[in-house]
């Protein structure tokens, strides 16, 4: 297969790509008006887009493929990272929402009114 074929191959499927990549940049765009942990999630899908694409680049110039390799390998592991603590955070802003909405609503703890040991 020709290095033309190929090229117009992956740049159809990074232009493909773009309902991952566009809505992650407009996220970190937005900046303060996102939860960080959506912030941190699309910086995670950004880094794992670039870094597949700077892969590519790699492998099609005349390039030892053991730095692409390594690029994947970082790009990976970024990827990683950046999910997981966006993963923890997540978590974190669901723990203060659910305290924010119990001080507005709190649980009942007495039974309802007219109901007997019988009626439970």
């Known amino acids: 297969m020709s290095h033309g074929v190929l090229a117009v191959g992956v740049v159809?499927?990074?232009a493909s790509g773009n309902v991952w990549y566009l809505p992650a940049y407009i996220d970190l765009r937005a900046g303060q008006d996102r939860p960080r942990s959506r912030r941190l999630a699309a910086a995670a899908v950004l880094t794992g887009w670039v870094s597949a694409a700077?892969?590519?680049f790699l492998l099609l110039i005349?390039?030892?493929p053991g730095m692409a390799a390594l690029l994947a390998v970082a790009?990976?592991?970024a990827v990683v990272s950046l999910t997981v603590q966006a993963w923890?955070?997540?978590s974190e802003e669901q723990r203060e929402e659910e305290a924010r909405w119990s001080v507005l609503f709190p649980a009942r703890t007495a039974d309802p009114v007219g109901?007997?040991?019988d009626e439970q």
């Open 115 to 117: 109901t007997t040991e």
């Open 88 to 90: 923890l955070r997540r």
């Open 54 to 56: 700077l892969t590519v």
């Open 12 to 14: 159809v499927l990074f």
């Open 75 to 77: 790009g990976t592991t």
């Open 62 to 64: 005349p390039v030892d």
